[in-house]
């Protein structure tokens, strides 16, 4: 079985930054994407980014366009989310994911294999 593991979330305040990262395990998904979605108490959850295997496909929702930035080290199986100019609304529960292709992370009903536990991520006003 594939297991990601979030670390970095925690708390920040509005304007400030925060980088969380994502550890899958072996390289059995090294021809996938990987990105992060986020749930917020009481929402839905919502896809935030993606980022193909080679690096080369980016997606981003646009609430976070400009902001977030996504990136992956392939020979660690490994993706990184620089998130700056936070706001208060960007608190969440931010929850890797692996799937087939980052355009599909990004469809509704998206098309995703595997999903971490998630780390919270607090931005206070």
């Known amino acids: 079985q594939v297991q990601l593991v979030e670390s970095g979330g925690g708390l920040v305040q509005a304007g400030g930054s925060l980088r969380l990262s994502c550890a899958a395990s072996g390289r059995t998904i090294s021809s996938s994407a990987m990105g992060w979605f986020r749930q917020a108490p009481g929402k839905e959850r919502e896809f935030v980014v993606a980022?193909?295997?080679?690096?080369?496909?980016?997606v981003y929702a646009d609430s976070v366009k400009g902001r977030f930035t996504i990136s992956r080290d392939s020979a660690k199986n490994t993706v990184y989310l620089q998130m700056n100019s936070l706001k208060p609304e960007d608190t969440a529960v931010y929850y890797c994911a692996v799937g087939p292709s980052a355009r599909t992370m990004a469809l509704i009903g998206p098309r995703v294999d595997y999903w971490g536990k998630g780390t919270p991520v607090t931005v206070s006003s």
């Open positions: 980022i193909s295997w080679s690096g080369g496909t980016t």
